[in-house]
């Protein structure tokens, strides 16, 4: 099984958005916040439960991987799926506005700005932007 852990990006200096909004051992983000939410998200993707991947996300974000679920290949396809995310995933910050939310994520190889929604009384995942970074070379890592 791969390791697919979220952790805070190290802190220089003061911390500005204080004990609530870092996610930590020692200051674990409420049960009731995005990065809660991201947490979840991930580790039902580690885990790859379906059910739970499913329940981290809105109905709309989620429509195409129930849509799938009943087709034949889509055991395989999950897999790979899962296999496609984030080993280690590093929160960097994370903004609230209301009943929306944006957690932006290292990825190691990639930057990820998770798009969350209050749904149903949680946050879940409404959407996902990937940004690939570049090697030193100037390309793109998956041109490597």
């Given at each position: 099984?791969?390791?697919?852990?979220?952790?805070?990006?190290?802190?220089?200096?003061?911390?500005?958005?204080?004990?609530?909004?870092?996610?930590?051992?020692?200051?674990?983000?409420?049960?009731?916040?995005?990065v809660?939410?991201?947490?979840?998200?991930?580790?039902?993707?580690?885990?790859?439960?379906?059910?739970?991947?499913?329940?981290?996300?809105?109905?709309?974000?989620?429509?195409?991987?129930?849509?799938?679920?009943?087709?034949?290949?889509?055991?395989?396809?999950?897999?790979?799926?899962?296999?496609?995310?984030?080993?280690?995933v590093?929160?960097?910050?994370?903004?609230?506005?209301?009943?929306?939310?944006?957690?932006?994520?290292?990825?190691g190889?990639a930057?990820?700005?998770?798009?969350?929604?209050?749904?149903?009384?949680?946050?879940?995942?409404?959407?996902?932007?990937?940004?690939?970074?570049?090697?030193?070379?100037?390309?793109?890592?998956?041109?490597?």
């Amino acid at each position: 099984m791969t390791e697919m852990t979220l952790q805070p990006a190290a802190v220089r200096g003061a911390d500005p958005r204080g004990a609530a909004e870092r996610s930590d051992a020692r200051h674990p983000a409420p049960a009731d916040h995005p990065v809660s939410a991201c947490e979840r998200y991930f580790r039902a993707v580690r885990a790859r439960d379906l059910e739970a991947v499913l329940d981290a996300m809105t109905p709309n974000y989620g429509r195409g991987l129930r849509a799938m679920r009943n087709d034949p290949d889509f055991p395989a396809f999950f897999q790979v799926w899962c296999d496609t995310q984030g080993r280690r995933v590093t929160m960097l910050a994370s903004t609230v506005d209301g009943d929306a939310a944006t957690v932006l994520l290292d990825a190691g190889r990639a930057l990820v700005q998770m798009h969350l929604v209050r749904s149903a009384q949680r946050w879940r995942v409404d959407a996902e932007d990937v940004q690939l970074l570049r090697n030193g070379a100037g390309r793109r890592w998956s041109d490597d």
